[in-house]
């Protein structure tokens, strides 16, 4: 019933190649199906200036697709001149997710930017992009740590991120476009590796929901999160 | 144990005046506690373009806030030339919010553009907006109703929303800016006049929280919400 | 023959309330019959760029108007991502009519910015803005005073502005949005109140005006002008 | 007693050469003093939206002035991404200014932009750009009698603007940039060939101004303004 | 002597991966040494504006880099909010270079829109895209050709690009950021399959040369163009 | 068989007057047949950041166009809010064609700007403001040589710039617009006074080119150049 012919619980096959862009401190290729997300992390040692003194640390993110990642061309944000609402929505979404999985004291006075960029875009660009931000900011990390410029680990558990919605009435994990495009209500949901909250976001458009809904897809988000961190832990080994 | 000396669940007092900008087809100021909002509703025969021709009205809003509505000035967005990624994100969620409870065949094709200023800030912006933003599209389409222009009602059910967070450990309602600044975990949950969530925003900085303390927050903004629709009520009456 | 109903040199009720926003040093909503315009002076201790180091202070101002303060509505300068040219001649204006009743020495090197946000409008709006924008002035040097900060008085006398101009043929003074949409000429005019002249400005569009009528025009503006600094001493006592 | 050794009301000399830009439909080389302006009349068939159908004309002028026509050097606007406050607050001016000398109907529905572009800057840029302005609009307004395109002539008089002040306590007229940068007063006069007023702006700057002063400056500036139309019609011949 | 190991004359590895973008009409990597770039075509049924009802096609082409292509983060341009002079550049000259090798009659009136996004840079981003954005255009005409769109091929001849310059006092082809960053004199040779000059761009910084060192970058480049040649048409075998 | 009745090889007449702007450093207006450029060099100390602490100096170029410089009037870029990526295109290649001139380290920590406006159009405006850039900045380095400022003379060799193109199936110099619409190929030329290369730019819009005419152009260019010189010199005497 799934356009894609997935059962209702039923995650896209995930692959994450690490290592793909050679300047990076840290980098991976995220595939969930037919979503792909470039994602770099760049690590800064001025950190920005509401931090000096304070010894805190900070990660911050940006967002940007492609002009032809999708169906049609979409105008490229730099030759229009702004980033658009949504751009802006789902950068700060990855950043504040991102940092909640950080000791930022731990971090010290430095500032990591994580870049993530949609290669193509088949639904739910915003959750592989803070689930492969993660993992080029765990490898950016990772050398700081080999470098004993860090002695403690400043990355406090995984952090990774499924959308869920309702379409056709009924209750499904990780949209793809097709089902996007449709469903009344979707959400996105962060969360850390031990299972706990970071972020519950829950919109119906032209329709409603009620509270047990909103408790389905919950449970169907936290088996989803649960395999993207699987795959997270798969990957950096 | 609150700085404000109330209950964990216990509202800001909240008052609804009608009619206050004489050029809008609807307005209000709402006032929760010492947050402030104008909110008027302007009907625009044409709609937008990609409403052409489809027989559906749109429902949009806007959102701004006066430089010296906070504690220290902040910078005019006209004269920094752009709306921050927080003030596009903060009225993309009104105008969501408020599609939801509109009819948009029965509305037909034309617009409704409801701006949201803020005149002072304590907390609780969106939500205040979103709540008397309601209200000022309630007036708005009695005016087309009562002119025979419209002769089914749009509206489907009131519109209504809140904040909850963590705040010191426990969770409370609608938040001001001394709790909203220190809360580990803050969200904004809008609901129709019949209980039913249209979007529901839980987000950690800094800090996770669990399933259960989700569920309790949820408590608290049903019960919150039914107190903004019961003044919406009284000021239209 | 006006439209309102009033003599030529009569002016519309005047009613200014002081402390009207909480943060700010000082505040005031301004009200011209229909015209309504909020009023706030923020005090911050940097001086602008071009006085560190020259003992001097600085007076500035900036202005806005709600969308939805005029008949139609106009679109919101911020998301437009620009403040027009009458926008930006109008801030001119204020501030440097606010600045020729201050002594920038006994203010000594702090900057403060009056924000005039006109809330409705109905014609005079740069003219309320001056008078209103010149009570919240007062209260915040008078914040300064109290506190000690400031030991001499900066503020050399009132500062307060009307409209005039030839209406259907007559002059008049303090004209509506209906009188000056129709105007030939019309002009605005600034004093002290000792009765001298900061700014006079007054502008033909499509029509001329004789060096008699110019008379004419001050005369009103003189006898409006000191009903003007009447209310706002009335509004400080 | 003044920088320049001139008389209390004596104006710099004048010098207007025409047709000076091979392309455009009008155009002069207008210097008063060390102050040059190049201006150009451009006609364009298409009026602008709002005049579609109105059977009304429409006359429009922008300014620009070169980065190196002062002291030292300004920062291109263009590069910059925006046009200043004072330049639009002068295209405006000058705008109006040529408008209130020209028969909208008669000139029917087309449009004439004049441009003027400071070559170089010694103080009343704005009053030589309106008076050079006015020359290149007639010249153009001649192109189009001599085709025959118009019939009857739209331009009702001349039009043109000259700079007064109170410099070391001393009413002068036409200022330099030397009395410009000094003044405590200084005020913009545009008037007809006829003598009547079109715009009148007088402005202090940390002083103020008496009513007696006023009417010195207004007498200054009909006699400059008179010398001013004398060089347009010698430059016309 | 080159810091790679290379012969002057030695082109860096190739490589042409197509088909790599599922959603474009036509796309590419193409891999020249650590210079990645991704091209793909879009086809816009819809011509611009100044082409309608000529009968003639256009090509266009756009150009940016990620921000961490490079060894150190560069900031994005949609960020910034405009694109640098350089980006304006360099996606002019591969619109106009691949403008070159088309027939706009035959196209008809469609434009097609190739998109260049250097995902890793070391030298000669703007050839690449050249080389590359020729073969996702070459793919998108092959879809319109085989769809019975097109009947005739509007491709007149392959395009490709390489950069020479003198390195350490030697010409050298294809350079890498190495050699880049040192060059006294480096140009762009933009040639078609038959060898003929499309674009030539030579360019001194600090430095000048002499034409018989002209002579021989031409000569290194028409060597070099004819590898890329042959490695398009590898890849679209 | 010219537009204009010239030879092949034959150069418009040539104008260079000096000394045109009084405050500029360096100033002329050249005029290559009927295109006039207005230059100036503008000395700053303050080298730009990146200079700071390198004992080298910076020599950067603006380029700018009246409105009605052009048949038809062009949109005022500073009105547009940006400057078209033609503008940037050329600014930069006069910038660094005059830098090759230069020796950076004799200039001093301190950075000359040349601003270069076309005040009419004819085709070779880029062309020409190189040629009279450098004799504006030749003007300015002598006045810093002339106060014993500099001691040595940091100025190489002349710079000058000529266009090339077949028009008409004939390779020809110094287009005009006429030639530069309908030319299939052209090209611009940089050289020393000695004769060596700066910058050699050919392009073929819709054609292309045989290494056989290519060679032909920088014949032509070779001599053209060579008269530019002569001029330059004659100018400054």
Not at 169 to 185: I, P, R, W
């Amino acid at each position: 019933m799934r356009p894609s012919g997935r059962n209702l619980s039923q995650m896209r096959p995930i692959s994450i190649e690490t290592g793909v862009m050679r300047h990076a401190e840290g980098s991976c290729l995220i595939r969930c199906g037919n979503t792909h997300v470039l994602c770099s992390a760049s690590i800064e040692d001025n950190p920005p200036r509401f931090l000096k003194g304070s010894g805190l640390g900070w990660v911050t993110a940006e967002y940007g697709m492609l002009p032809r990642a999708t169906n049609t061309r979409n105008r490229r944000e730099a030759a229009q001149g702004k980033q658009s609402g949504r751009t802006q929505e789902i950068q700060r979404l990855i950043g504040r997710s991102l940092r909640a999985g950080i000791d930022r004291v731990a971090l010290g006075e430095r500032q990591i930017t994580v870049d993530c960029d949609v290669i193509q875009a088949d639904g739910g660009t915003r959750c592989a992009s803070i689930t492969g931000g993660w993992v080029a900011l765990r490898l950016a990390v990772n050398k700081l740590l080999g470098a004993g410029v860090l002695t403690s680990d400043p990355i406090v558990d995984h952090v990774a991120a499924v959308s869920c919605g309702i379409y056709a009435g009924q209750t499904v994990v990780d949209l793809d476009y097709a089902e996007d495009s449709e469903a009344g209500t979707d959400g996105n949901f962060v969360m850390t590796g031990a299972g706990r909250m970071i972020e519950v976001q829950m919109s119906a458009e032209g329709a409603t929901f009620s509270r047990d809904e909103m408790g389905q897809l919950v449970d169907l988000a936290e088996a989803g999160v649960a395999e993207l961190v699987a795959a997270q832990k798969a990957a950096l080994e």
